[in-house]
């Protein structure tokens, strides 16, 4: 990495801003979950071909928002519209905390895994029959982080060096995690989601390699996770700079619906946009 552009010691905010659109809100509240995304699928494409992330960017799955509390119109553009999008206010901790001994699949997998797992700060949350075997994916506790926007990032070399698995693991905290300098108005951060897929061999009665997984994909397109009751409850609904009566309407149904607790309150934008 190059020169970093405002790059301080994190400070997590006491609260963080999502730009989106209302069909995406009623399925944030209706099923009170947070979609996460590949880091192969995110809007700055330039992020799939950076050093790592073509190869390991499966394994990152990223939740994006932003810090920054004043209004941003090149935010309202991109991510949610002028007549027919909100902005979300949580808490910075707004996920249930979870633990391998209160999944339900705990039963269903080998005690091996089950002890190990149990140390760290991770889940397994599916099973999957896989063609040629059984697999698990481990599911770590999200991380959230400030997004360093630099000049330049490495881009891949496609080299083909072999990595252990402690090495991976290492690369996955990495990526994810600088952008370049154009994106700075973002004030982006983070929320990085590590999904791992451990294949326990019936044969050897243990698992292989983190690195025989390689060619492994998820089969799901998006991940998701659960929003605890008291960042639910403390949501704020910033309505869109010009908001059509329509959907304001549907905003308030949704609050009556499936969050009364929910805040809405008017951009202060409203009126000055042609």
Do not use: C
Not at 112 to 120: N, T, V
Not at 217 to 228: D, E, M, R, V, W
Request: hydrophobic share 35%.
């Amino acid at each position: 990495m190059n020169k970093t552009h405002n790059q301080n010691e994190q400070i997590t905010p006491q609260y963080l801003y999502h730009y989106t659109s209302i069909d995406t809100l009623a399925l944030i509240l209706r099923d009170k979950k947070i979609k996460f995304t590949p880091l192969t699928d995110l809007d700055d494409l330039e992020e799939k071909h950076l050093k790592d992330a073509w190869q390991y960017g499966k394994y990152v799955y990223i939740s994006s928002w932003t810090e920054d509390g004043m209004e941003s119109i090149p935010m309202w553009n991109m991510y949610a519209g002028l007549d027919g999008g909100v902005r979300i206010r949580m808490p910075a901790e707004p996920f249930e905390q979870y633990e391998l001994s209160s999944d339900v699949v705990v039963s269903t997998i080998p005690k091996q895994l089950h002890d190990f797992y149990k140390k760290g700060n991770a889940a397994v949350e599916e099973y999957l029959d896989y063609i040629d075997g059984p697999y698990y994916i481990i599911k770590h506790t999200p991380r959230l982080y400030k997004i360093n926007y630099v000049e330049n990032i490495e881009h891949n070399d496609d080299s083909s060096n072999l990595l252990n698995a402690s090495e991976i693991e290492e690369k996955l905290t990495q990526i994810g995690r600088y952008k370049r300098i154009f994106w700075d108005f973002q004030k982006e951060w983070r929320y990085v989601l590590t999904l791992l897929p451990v294949k326990y061999n019936e044969k050897i009665k243990g698992f292989t390699d983190m690195t025989e997984n390689i060619f492994f994909y998820f089969p799901f397109k998006y991940y998701f996770l659960s929003l605890n009751n008291d960042a639910f409850s403390k949501m704020e609904i910033m309505l869109s700079p010009k908001i059509s009566d329509g959907n304001r309407a549907i905003v308030e149904l949704l609050k009556e619906k499936y969050n009364t607790d929910m805040k809405i309150v008017e951009s202060q934008l409203r009126g000055d946009l042609r």
